[in-house]
């Protein structure tokens, strides 16, 4: 990491630390039969009294300082051009929400991230240069949300939102290419509470363009693509919570692509699957997921027999995927806990005339690790993570007040022993199937309840099915306001 990068770092946590002792407000938790939490202070009413000062009107704000560095992560190669990174992201949301009527509300947030490349960028429009990378602001969420539809239990929601299924395994972000700056979806979302029955009911249609401008203006127009291809889809949801040991998901998912840029699919993927969680006592709990796709694809970077360069062949598609975790609650005064993990991804068989590459659909989020998103970038795409065993364990720790701890190692392995596609084929050893080691460690604290921030932490040890065996690394500190 540069001296400059290291220095703003460890001053903005060094301050925010001398300072945090002077926040005194906490968020108290309400208990049953317990007296009324204190009354908020004269600063705190104030801020509450802005955000909120009529009624049928709230608004809020945050704004997220990142500093990122990672090394071999995109290239997985240390000697590739731009391999290492350096660079600050600064995020500035706001948003308001607006209830004309009961049970009705009209909801719009805009988002822009800036950033400082410390060292010259290896992805985005600005790939090549360092310096300040202003980008544009979006409309990253702009619907309108309708409950106790015609006195029924029913809600809609409209327009542009936020999406997030489950653990979002499959539905959790609908634009990759721009990190965590938005993850919206253009959908519409229907749920019917089937309440004597403890059951919900959920249909959900999506249309994404590929483009950032495709449905709405952007500011300071940029025209930045967001995904390879452009994607509708259609999702049929059943979850009924009747035993709380065992919340049961069943789940109908349809996706179709359509190639924008040359690396795009153009497909009609099919996917049934279903997921069972609960508690089984006061000490364990689980998470259990598993899908099955069918349907056709067509990858022109895709290895097959006879397949040519560029080719818009469909082929037929049969893959699998398994999500699943246990975790050990101790209940003790450092709210210790322990959770195994188990993912199962299946990967394409290029010996076969069929696609057996699973697809996490808008599943391209770092559900467990940054390393593990940006990764793929070299062998699939950017979070499109495939041919993948995971499995070992977390643990987690309170160690005082307002502070999280969490270490992981995760030993990942490889369905097939070759990579799913064919342009970076030289950075694999096509002949092993052990990916290596991966562990992980993040420091979370909250100062006050509008600041707080964490230290995060990434390295994986490559193992066999790489060319390249030097260590990849990820680093990065946020703080993180919000009004």
Not at 214 to 237: D, S
Not at 362 to 384: F, N, V
Request: proline share 5%.
């Amino acid at each position: 990491m540069t001296t400059k990068a290291h220095a703003l770092t460890i001053f903005t946590f060094g301050a925010t630390l001398m300072l945090a002792p002077a926040q005194t407000a906490q968020t108290v938790q309400a208990v049953p039969g317990a007296p009324p939490p204190p009354a908020l202070s004269f600063t705190e009413q104030t801020i509450k009294d802005l955000k909120n000062p009529v009624p049928w009107l709230s608004w809020g704000a945050d704004f997220r300082a990142r500093n990122e560095y990672f090394n071999d992560m995109l290239t997985l190669n240390p000697n590739a051009r731009l391999h290492e990174q350096d660079y600050f992201r600064f995020r500035a949301r706001l948003w308001t929400s607006i209830m004309p009527l009961d049970d009705v509300s009209l909801n719009a947030r805009i988002a822009a991230e800036p950033r400082e490349w410390m060292k010259p960028a290896g992805y985005t429009p600005y790939k090549g240069q360092s310096g300040l990378d202003m980008r544009e602001g979006i409309i990253d969420n702009l619907n309108a949300e309708w409950k106790n539809v015609a006195g029924l239990p029913l809600t809609i929601k409209a327009g542009r939102q936020d999406l997030f299924i489950g653990d979002g395994w499959l539905v959790g972000d609908g634009t990759p290419f721009d990190g965590s700056w938005t993850y919206y979806l253009d959908s519409a979302r229907f749920a019917y509470e089937l309440k004597d029955q403890h059951t919900t009911l959920e249909a959900i249609g999506i249309i994404q363009d590929a483009y950032d401008d495709g449905w709405m203006p952007t500011i300071n127009p940029q025209h930045l693509l967001e995904i390879e291809q452009n994607e509708k889809g259609a999702i049929f949801q059943v979850a009924n919570s009747s035993i709380k040991a065992a919340n049961l998901t069943g789940y109908f998912i349809y996706k179709n692509d359509s190639r924008v840029v040359s690396n795009g699919d153009n497909a009609d993927i099919y996917t049934l699957g279903g997921r069972l969680n609960g508690l089984l006592s006061d000490h364990w709990k689980y998470w259990a997921e598993g899908a099955y796709q069918f349907g056709r694809k067509a990858d022109a970077t895709i290895k097959y027999p006879e397949a040519t360069a560029g080719s818009s062949d469909y082929r037929g598609l049969n893959a699998y995927g398994v999500n699943s975790k246990l975790t050990y609650l101790f209940k003790d005064k450092l709210n210790n806990q322990l959770t195994c993990s188990f993912e199962l991804l299946s990967g394409d068989n290029p010996d076969t005339g069929t696609d057996e590459m699973f697809d996490v659909l808008w599943g391209r989020w770092p559900r467990w690790s940054e390393i593990g998103l940006y990764g793929y970038a070299a062998e699939t795409r950017i979070g499109q993570e495939a041919n993948l065993i995971r499995f070992g364990p977390t643990w987690t720790i309170s160690p005082i007040k307002d502070m999280d701890f969490s270490a992981s190692y995760y030993a990942l392995f490889t369905m097939t022993d070759v990579p799913t596609r064919e342009a970076s084929a030289t950075l694999f050893s096509n002949n092993d199937n052990f990916r290596g080691h991966f562990a992980s460690a993040v420091l979370k604290y909250k100062f006050s309840r509008h600041l707080n921030g964490h230290l995060w932490s990434e390295f994986l040890f490559p193992g066999g099915y790489y060319a390249n065996d030097t260590m990849i690394s990820f680093l990065r500190a946020e703080m993180m306001f919000t009004f």
